[in-house]
């Protein structure tokens, strides 16, 4: 157990854990960086939550932020490793992330380009996928409660995190106001669709570098929120045909005709099929063995379709891996591969005698058309030719660790 700390001033003591500065505070807690007293040092967060602050309210949050966590085990959803209690405070041992949190990052760079808000919006979706199939709600979404370790996302602070069925509905205000769905702003009855609206909230604020109803005070706020004007991109900065067409149905004011979970989760800008995973090379691998054997068969057209659908997950699998080697042998086999798509891309032109438009080379169907027969490949140039030189994720790590 927990022994108090004798001075307010200072961190409060634990039997197996040194806490050292202090990360940030709230209304009921605050956070520490800690140090395990054991060999090997570990480094954690120590969320401390003063029981003299806690009312009816706070008290089954806490619980019920406690239950969930104890529970949930993913990759993009930080960690509780242990919890403790004394007489004044209750001690919440959270996974340490090292990156600071998604606004500092976002602040540091000012707007983010559509690739890199995209290979993050996918980490995010792919925790908020795994809640929403345990019925549980995060509530308080927002870039402060997304906190990065190297170039992994992870959602944190399930303070306002509730278990919701689908039909489940709630009408206490819960979150920061800056990233609610217009139906909590307005006390109306809400479900767990107000979690979507916290996401389109965070992804126009990743590509413009602040949020859309950006205020100076709350009445102000709650003004545009309650506002029936529809959200309008800022046209300084262009994005594409998907990016636009998600955000504008995240930020649909109305629950009912806002995008749905199963929509958000298929969605083409989304495209979680080919997030960065450990299956990224599994799938690459086995469709670039199929389109080896359609190649040496002579059936050239069904060659070259296989080989950008194995690029298109040869390029998360270059950003997946970690070895220096590993990714450098993966760049090497992409160059051979996008050399080889160029060519069969010659050869059924010739043979097809394609049109002008279908008659592209590789690279630009790489570059993606949406009249081509090669769907999703609009970003395959730049990432599987330019991450030959240069990764994404290296430049997230370099930017984080500066």
Known sequence: MASSSSSSFAPPKLSDFILTERLGSGTYATVYKAYSKGNNREVVAVKVVAKKTLNKASTENLLTEIEILKTVRHPHIVQLKDFQWDAENIYLILEWCSGGDLSC?????????????????????????????RNISHLDLKPQNILLSGSVLKLADFGFAQYMTPWDEQSSLRGSPLYMAPEMVCRRQYDSRVDLWSVGVILYEALFGRAPFASKSYTELEEKIRSNQPIELPPRIRVSKDCRDLLLRLLDRNPDTRITFAEFFTHPFLDLEHMPSAESIVKAKELVMQAVQKDQ??????????????????????????????????????RQYVSRAEELKALVAS??????EEARTCRDVLRGNEYTQWPRLHDLLEQSLGILNTDLFEVFSYSLNA
């Not at 990052?105 to 980490?123: G, K």
């Not at 379709?305 to 891996?321: K, N, Q, R, T």
């Open 351 to 356: 043979d097809n005698k394609l049109s002008f």
């Open 297 to 334: 068969e002579g059936e050239r057209s069904a060659a070259l379709s296989l080989y950008c659908s194995a690029l298109e997950h040869f390029v998360p699998a270059i950003h997946y891996e970690t070895d220096r080697q590993r990714k450098d042998a993966l760049r090497q086999k992409v």
């Open 105 to 133: 990052f976002i602040r540091s760079r000012r707007i983010l380009p559509e690739r890199v808000a995209r290979r993050f919006l996918q980490q995010m979706a792919c925790a908020l996928q795994f809640l929403h199939e």
